[in-house]
């Protein structure tokens, strides 16, 4: 009997809007390539439309995102990581093609960025003790500071780390309330496109996160020009982009966290957890 080769089904990867998988308004699409300049798949390239949606989504779901509790945000996060947990094989081999490593190499990487999930989801009702606390007055007065999510905040995730290095820009944003319109790395955005998939399948309300791919400097100028965007992370913009965007971002006194240096393996700490939260102080008198 002979055997028939089978044609693969080639994945269509979209845009992930409001928890809605469009295509670009635009229509149009780029190729994205492995370490070799292999084909792996055509990518939506993602346009100013796009992005402007994305911040509608973002804010609509930003109200029932920060006003529920953090107990609740965590479970949601630790269930994002529960899902990634069931599609390891996929992320490993999404990544390792991505971004040229070897199986091992790419199983750390996927293996760190579940961990890290769940590492924020455990800081989810814990950030208040670190962020907040009752401040000494002189006088009658309970004087009592908490923290508060900043709003809409838009990501340029790194162009070094396609996987490991979008989780540590995503989950330290939401899990405190605040809701993102994610850049994908423009060379691999793959793994932040399939992470959409997972995102949509857990129980993260729709518009907590939403992911774009394309061109990181045409997405980036609609972004931080954007008057319902209240914060920026700039972790994948070179210097000089850098700085064109923070310009832009200074019209309404946007939060810039810059582009730096970052070994994305390495502990993560407290700082982009604490970077994109407001501080609301109450004053009130004492009971006689």
Excluded: C
């Amino acid at each position: 009997m002979n055997t028939v080769d089978r044609l693969s089904v080639l994945k269509t990867y979209k845009l992930y809007i409001g928890g809605k998988f469009p295509r670009s308004e635009s229509g149009r699409v780029y190729e994205v390539t492995d370490s070799k300049g292999a084909w792996l798949a055509n990518a939506p390239l993602a346009s100013r439309k796009d992005a402007r949606d994305a911040v509608v989504a973002a804010r609509k779901a930003f109200g029932g995102w920060s006003g529920a509790t953090a107990y609740n945000r965590g479970q949601i996060l630790y269930r994002v990581a529960e899902m990634l947990e069931g599609r390891r094989d996929q992320f490993i081999a999404e990544v390792a093609a991505a971004e040229g490593l070897s199986k091992a190499k790419a199983t750390a990487q996927v293996d760190a960025a579940i961990d890290r999930w769940v590492w924020y989801a455990g800081w989810s009702d814990k950030v208040a003790q670190i962020a907040g606390g009752a401040n000494p007055v002189a006088g009658p007065y309970f004087n009592l500071s908490s923290p508060e999510p900043t709003g809409v905040v838009a990501v340029l995730a790194p162009q070094d780390s396609s996987f490991l290095g979008l989780v540590s820009v995503i989950a330290p944003a939401i899990v405190t309330g605040n809701t993102v319109v994610v850049a994908a790395a423009e060379g691999a955005p793959l793994p932040a496109l399939s992470l959409a998939e997972v995102l949509a399948t857990s129980d993260l309300p729709g518009g907590v996160v939403n992911i774009l791919s394309g061109r990181t400097a045409e997405l980036g100028a609609p972004l931080a020009a954007h008057q319902d965007v209240n914060a920026l992370d700039l972790a994948g913009a070179d210097d000089e982009l850098a700085t064109e965007l923070e310009k832009a971002a200074a019209d309404n006194l946007k939060r810039v966290l810059r582009p730096g240096t970052v070994n994305w393996t390495a502990d993560p700490g407290t700082g982009r957890l604490l970077s994109f939260l407001e501080t609301k102080t109450v004053w009130h008198p004492m009971g006689v």
